[in-house]
């Protein structure tokens, strides 16, 4: 079965720091691949999103993803994080394109916690 | 075991049909949500409910209605007036975090792939 697993249940980190978050699925073919972003008080928004082409994909508030399709991964970046990037993060993978095969299967999140 | 239960997996709408999609949660979540994902792009917030007898209008209420006369239950109805209902619908429930830095925890459903005859 399709699967999303997202290691990091709870991060950890000071202001100015670097992030790395690991998302990793399972289905060999092809795939879309998202991180959602999740705020305090909020709702989901997009953070970004893999669909083709370039493997490294830029998203809002200065984060990237890259994914590598040899390790089945999308980890999620950012060279300095804020107190603003406090929130919860899930990666989610649609295996297929259309039809039948639209199904989105979210990760279990990653809540990062930044300290001033 | 604890979750949430979304049915159908795959729905089918004549022209003029309503459906309901069923939204089945026994994790005692006070807190309900629906949201339609969309090919190239992100999922975007139909309604949700924060507690029983409540629910509020997300991004793109148009075209859908919701009820939550129990805790455990929060069908949403795809109506007539939805022209564009094709797309991928998935439920989340969620808890208040005791402690922490964000308010609540999501937890997802399946998913239900309605498409249009």
């Known amino acids: 079965a399709q699967s999303v697993s997202q290691h990091n249940h709870h991060v950890i980190l000071s202001e100015a720091a670097s992030l790395e978050l690991g998302c990793n699925y399972s289905y060999g073919g092809t795939v879309n691949l998202f991180w959602y972003v999740q705020y305090p008080g909020q709702h989901l928004q997009l953070l970004l999103k893999?669909?083709?082409?370039?493997?490294l994909v830029k998203g809002i508030k200065g984060f990237e993803a890259e994914f590598i399709k040899s390790k089945f991964s999308f980890n999620l970046r950012k060279p300095s994080v804020q107190w603003s990037d406090t929130a919860e993060y899930f990666c989610?993978?649609?295996?297929?394109?259309?039809?039948?095969?639209?199904?989105?299967?979210f990760g279990t999140g990653t809540l990062l916690a930044v300290q001033p | 075991d604890g979750g949430i239960t979304q049915s159908p997996k795959y729905l089918f709408r004549k022209e003029g049909q309503n459906v309901t999609l069923s939204c089945e949660q026994n994790?005692?979540?006070?807190?309900m949500y629906w949201y339609r994902q969309d090919p190239g792009q992100g999922l975007r917030l139909i309604y949700y409910?924060?507690?029983?007898?409540?629910?509020q209008k997300g991004d793109i209420a148009e075209g859908y209605s919701v009820s939550r006369e129990k805790k455990e239950s929060f069908p949403l109805t795809v109506t007539s007036a939805q022209k564009n209902p094709t797309a991928f619908y998935l439920c989340a429930s969620s808890i208040p975090r005791t402690g922490g830095t964000t308010k609540e925890k999501l937890f997802f459903g399946s998913g239900t792939q309605l498409s249009v005859l």
């Open positions: 893999y669909f083709s082409g370039d493997p």
């Open positions: 994790l005692n979540h006070d807190a």
């Open positions: 409910s924060q507690i029983v007898n409540d629910f």
């Open positions: 989610a993978v649609r295996a297929g394109y259309g039809g039948a095969t639209n199904k989105l299967i």
